[in-house]
């Protein structure tokens, strides 16, 4: 049986929503002509991992693709960073935060309508880092075969360089 959750009791008015509901999470545009999905092991703690990653204006410090990145604000949902990589000026905002567990941002570039998810799950030995971008927009639809590689390329470099910089924390 599903348990209800009342939210808002003031006023004699209250919503109900499902625990369901609750646990819904932002994803990538699943309609979206190119999807990555991938995945890496990391033998490092989530708290350094997870740190690395949300450090933003510390990417050009550990990503060798990034170029330049600067938060603007903290680490909350709507708060934007502008980040350059592969010589592409991108603006993201940031949609969902989970702490210590799942972060998901998004925007435009260049007509590429991206959307981001990143999750850590702990295991045994340190985490496993998983990470889900679609991409959209006229110039995919002009080369998706030639996008998906790009962007396959793009993350197993980021997949690797995180990799790399946990451990040597760790």
Do not use: C, Y
């Amino acid at each position: 049986m599903e348990k209800a959750i009342v939210i808002g009791a003031t006023g004699g008015t209250e919503a109900a929503i499902t625990e369901e509901q609750v646990r819904a999470t932002i994803d990538v545009d699943r309609n979206a002509q190119v999807i990555v999905d991938l995945s890496i092991e990391i033998d490092a703690p989530q708290e350094p991992v997870w740190r690395i990653q949300t450090g933003i204006d510390q990417w050009p410090t550990w990503q060798k693709n990034v170029s330049q990145a600067r938060l603007s604000g903290p680490i909350a949902v709507g708060s934007t960073f502008q980040w350059e990589t592969h010589g592409l000026p991108i603006v993201s905002t940031i949609r969902e935060v989970d702490p210590m567990r799942r972060i998901v941002w998004g925007g435009p570039a260049l007509g590429i309508e991206g959307i981001h998810v990143w999750t850590i799950t702990p295991t045994p030995k340190g985490v496993v880092m998983h990470t889900t971008e679609s991409w959209d927009g006229p110039p995919v639809a002009a080369d998706p075969d030639g996008m998906r590689a790009a962007l396959t390329s793009s993350l197993d470099a980021w997949l690797a360089d995180l990799k790399t910089t946990a451990e040597a924390t760790n």
